[in-house]
């Protein structure tokens, strides 16, 4: 926690250096905050004042920045300058020992079921893929969070989830191949920028049905996201041209299915499902035979709104080492959902970063405790946590 003292100090010392550079400059006329009784407020106390200058500048200095090395990062108007030895006079951190990540990406949440943006962004999480919410989800305003959403799943009359958690308007239901084009076209004149439907028990989807939908978001510039929890679901969507697996499946896959998925791509929500040693498997296989592995929680179903400890510790289980999970939740899932500028730490860049205290690709679960997160250049409060309790919303 940080002292009532140390923030006022800082707010007062805002054109300063504090703590004090690297090169040895006198920076702040205050009290040194890296020593003494404010030791263990060193990294927040940084935070704060880093925060404050914005205006002209912010300089990371010295951290060691995932994917480049040991370098200073300049950070101006929220993106990021450059990354180098940085020389401008401005506002900066003293990140000595510790590491930059970018921030998070969540590719399965569902925020008009619970939680909010803002406190997603405080848990280090810069964009996130919303995978079923009302329509009028897609009108509100999403900030600090770069948000990708479908709007309701499309399904069958009483088809999944209408009759249960998504009976307040998480489903479109549809009948027929002309109605599932226009439900399609409805949704993306809406703002949809992905479309969901559910494969698994009747009523559901005929194949014919899953190819209109299928063929008219491409044509939409769209991608389409299944929810198939089954063996037979899961290659069902595959072959009839489905880009992503909403879930890794839950029941046991065949070796059919999984090399149906080869050039696909599956979201992980292991933690969502009870982190069972078959879906474990079925991720560590799916992704063992090509298929791009994207981080994501179910949030909603899930209750942790930050980067989950318990996702990574089961990514880990599947065999991700901390490069492929820190891939799997920033450059891969910016790629391919085209979130522009964020999952890299780069010149041009989104300044969404974390600051940690360990090497996330050595222990990657240290990226469910950052020191600091930034999001386009602006520090967030303090996260909610597991120990803190839930944020509904």
């Known amino acids: 926690m940080r002292s009532a003292w140390a923030v006022a100090f800082l707010a007062a010392s805002a054109c300063q250096h504090v703590p004090a550079p690297a090169s040895g400059s006198s920076g702040s006329s205050g009290p040194d905050l890296t020593s003494g009784d404010l030791a263990s407020e060193s990294s927040t106390a940084a935070a704060v004042v880093a925060d404050l200058g914005l205006a002209s500048g912010l300089v990371v200095r010295g951290a060691t920045v995932v994917g480049v090395g040991r370098v ?6 929220g993106r990021i300058v450059e990354l180098g030895e940085i020389t401008e ?21 569902h925020l008009a079921y619970a939680f909010d943006e803002p406190t ?30 479908a709007g309701p799943m499309i399904t069958a009359i009483d088809g999944y989830p209408t009759q249960s958690w998504g009976a307040g308007g998480f489903g479109l239901e549809v009948d027929g191949v002309r109605a599932v084009r226009d ?9 949809a920028g992905v479309i969901k439907f559910p494969l698994g028990d009747a009523p559901s989807l005929t194949d014919d049905e899953i190819v209109a939908l299928v063929g008219r978001a491409h044509d939409r510039g769209l991608k389409v996201v299944a929810h198939a929890l089954g063996d037979a679901q899961a290659r069902k969507a595959a072959l009839l041209g489905v880009d992503v697996l909403a879930h890794t499946p839950v029941d046991p896959l065949t070796d059919e299915t999984v090399e149906a998925w080869h050039s696909g791509a ?73 979130f522009e500028g964020l999952g890299t730490l780069a010149a041009g860049a989104r300044a969404s ?34 120990d803190g309790g839930i944020k509904g919303g």
């Open 183 to 191: 439900a399609v076209d409805s949704l993306a004149d809406a703002g």
């Open 72 to 77: 200073d990062l300049l950070v101006r108007d």
């Open 353 to 386: 970063f974390l600051l940690l205290e360990r090497d996330p690709r050595i222990d990657p679960l240290v990226l469910a405790t950052p020191l600091g997160v930034y999001i386009d250049g602006e520090l967030q409060p303090e996260p909610f946590t597991a």
């Open 120 to 149: 997603l962004a405080a848990g280090g999480i810069a964009a996130a893929v919303d995978l079923a919410a009302p329509l009028g989800f897609l009108d509100e305003l999403h900030e600090p969070l770069a948000l990708i959403a």
């Open 89 to 109: 006079n401005v506002a900066e951190i003293d990140a000595r020992g510790q590491f930059v990540a970018p921030a998070f990406i969540d590719s399965h949440v």
């Open 266 to 338: 599956v979201i992980s929500t292991l933690d969502a499902f009870g982190g069972s040693a078959v879906v474990v498997d079925n991720l560590r296989r799916l992704r063992a035979a090509g298929a791009t592995v994207l981080y994501g929680t179910d949030l909603g179903n899930t209750g942790i709104p930050a980067i989950d400890p318990n996702e990574i510790a089961l990514l880990v289980a599947a065999g991700l080492d901390g490069e492929a999970i820190i891939a799997a939740g920033t450059a891969t899932a910016a790629g391919l959902w085209g």
